[in-house]
C-alpha cells in the first residue's frame, strides 16, 4: 500500500467524519443547554447515551463542550488533505501556507503534534467514558475511530518524508505494519468495552 497515495484520502475522508460527528455534537449540546430534559435520538439505552456523557465535566474540560475542539480541528485536516490531493508533496498551495520548502517540515511537524495530542485527548476521554461515566456517545466513538488512523498515517507520513530528521528503527517498524497496528488497535478498544459493559450484554 502507497501511503503517499492514500494520505490525502485518509485526512479528507477522516476530517470529513470527525466534522460530521464534532457538529452533532454540537447541535446536541445546544439542545441539552436549552431544554436539559430533551431527549437526543442517540440516547439508545443506559450503556449507549449522548446525554450521560454530555452532562459531564468531562464533555467541557476546557470550558466549553469539547466537540467545538473537534469541529475546529477536522476542519483544518479537511483543507490540508485537500490541499495535498490537488498538489500533492510538492503542492504550490502549501508554499503559500509554509513558506519556503525547507519550511514545510515544521509545518507538518506541527500537525503531526496536533494529532498526537488529539489522540491522548481521545484515550483521556475513552477512559472517562468507560471508566468513570460508564456510558458511551455514538458521536463520541465516531471521532476516536477517525482520530487513531489520521494520527497513525500523519506519523507514517512524516517519517516516510524524513521530516522527523532521524532513522527510527520502530517508525520504520510501524511503517511496514501499519495496517495490523491498526486493527489492534480496534480490537483493543472494542474488547475493554466489552469486557467492562459484559453485565450489560449478559443481561
Not at 77 to 106: C, H, Q, V
Not at 149 to 164: A, D, M, Q, R, V
Request: hydrophobic fraction near 55%.
Amino acid at each position: 500500500m502507497n501511503i503517499k497515495k492514500i494520505f490525502p484520502y485518509i485526512l479528507i475522508i477522516g476530517s470529513l467524519i470527525g466534522f460530521y460527528a464534532s457538529f452533532v455534537l454540537t447541535t446536541d449540546t445546544i439542545k441539552l443547554i436549552k431544554n436539559p430534559a430533551a431527549e437526543l435520538p442517540c440516547n439508545l439505552n443506559p450503556f449507549v447515551s449522548c446525554t450521560s456523557v454530555a452532562t459531564t465535566w468531562q464533555a467541557e474540560v476546557f470550558g466549553f463542550p469539547n466537540s467545538l475542539l473537534g469541529i475546529v480541528a477536522f476542519s483544518m485536516l479537511f483543507a490540508i488533505g485537500t490541499m495535498l490531493y490537488f498538489g500533492g508533496s510538492n503542492s504550490s498551495l502549501l508554499d503559500k501556507i509554509s513558506g519556503e520548502n525547507s519550511a514545510r517540515k515544521p509545518l507538518w511537524l506541527l500537525v503531526n503534534l496536533g494529532t498526537l495530542a488529539a489522540i491522548i485527548f481521545v484515550m483521556w476521554f475513552f477512559y472517562q467514558s468507560v471508566y468513570n461515566i460508564g456510558s458511551l456517545c455514538i458521536y463520541c466513538m465516531i471521532v476516536w475511530a477517525v482520530t487513531w488512523p489520521i494520527f497513525l498515517y500523519t506519523t507514517i507520513w512524516n517519517f516516510k518524508e524524513g521530516h522527523f530528521g532521524f532513522k527510527f528503527p520502530f517508525l520504520d517498524f510501524i511503517s511496514r505494519n501499519h495496517i495490523q497496528i491498526l486493527i489492534v488497535w480496534y480490537l483493543i478498544i472494542i474488547f475493554l468495552v466489552l469486557f467492562h459493559f459484559r453485565d450489560f450484554f449478559l443481561a
